[in-house]
């Protein structure tokens, strides 16, 4: 029988390794302590991998979604053809990534095309990064939203996402929302990153709030965001490069709305 026939499990070479040194050092005491260490180092090992593989899979992933939400409400309209088109331009996408890019647009918005096994490589590799699987359904909701308004056959089409990336349908809603009341009569553009607080309404949207929340859940609100686009967090996490400036852009968003609410009631 070939040793192929008995495949190692991902990231035990670091265990296995460090547990025969351990033991042939210290005994069963060294085995523990060998192993241990080397599942730490597994871990490391694997995370570098695994952020290799978000930032591959992120774009690939998110166009054919794209399609398939776009799709979803019978047509592809020209409003968001051209929403894309402008979206790729602002991700710098040029010659065969683009191409690569409308590609999977296509793929996606094909009746034929499986939402959930589309989406597992992604979702498999994304278990542990909360907030790159935050960001993307939010790039989504971007791209249903940019004609105007979420129709019901889309938010369905994204609640489907949302619940592959075990985001809470209570989450989901308020990004829902949120979205409605940013973009509501401005379609035309993929805004979601590049947006500004020119209304106090359109403030809280962006914090995702409600006029009626207090200050202290305003604070938590804002907060929150603020650490789920920090650049360096995001790139931790295996977000492509991209996507980071997009995310700088979303956050001065964030900013500029903070602001804009602290004025109108006086927070210090």
């Not at 940019?146 to 989901?172: K, S």
């Not at 209304?199 to 929340?213: H, I, K, V």
Request: glycine content about 10%; some cysteine; aromatic content about 8%.
């Amino acid at each position: 029988m070939k040793s192929s026939d008995f495949p190692l499990p991902r990231h035990w070479w670091g265990k296995i390794i460090l547990g025969v040194l351990g033991m042939l050092k210290g005994g069963m005491t060294g085995l523990v302590l060998g192993v241990i260490t080397g599942h730490f180092i597994d871990r490391f090992i694997g995370g570098l991998r695994d952020q290799g593989r978000v930032n591959d899979l992120f774009l690939d992933t998110l166009f054919a979604v794209l399609g398939h939400v776009c799709k979803a409400d019978g047509r592809v309209t020209e409003v968001e053809i051209a929403a894309i088109e402008q979206f790729m331009g602002q991700l710098g996408l040029e010659g065969e990534k683009r191409r690569a890019a409308i590609r999977r647009f296509n793929e996606g918005k094909a009746r034929e095309w499986d939402l959930e096994a589309g989406m597992h490589d992604f979702v498999q590799v994304t278990h542990a990064n909360p907030q790159v699987r935050q960001m993307f359904l939010e790039y989504l909701l971007n791209g249903a939203a940019v004609d105007g308004d979420i129709t019901q056959a889309e938010q369905e089409v994204l609640f489907r996402v949302a619940r592959a990336l075990r985001i809470p349908t209570m989450a989901f809603v308020a990004m829902v929302n949120a979205y409605r009341a940013t973009h509501a009569g401005r379609g035309g553009a993929y805004r979601g990153p590049q947006a500004t607080a020119s209304s106090l309404d359109q403030a809280y949207a962006t914090l995702g709030m409600e006029p009626s929340a207090s200050d202290a859940d305003l604070k938590r609100a804002y907060r929150r965001l603020v650490a789920r686009y920090h650049p360096d967090r995001l790139a931790s996490s295996g977000m492509p490069d991209a996507m980071i400036e997009q995310s700088k852009n979303r956050a001065r968003e964030i900013n500029v709305a903070w602001d804009a609410i602290k004025a109108a009631r006086g927070i210090k």
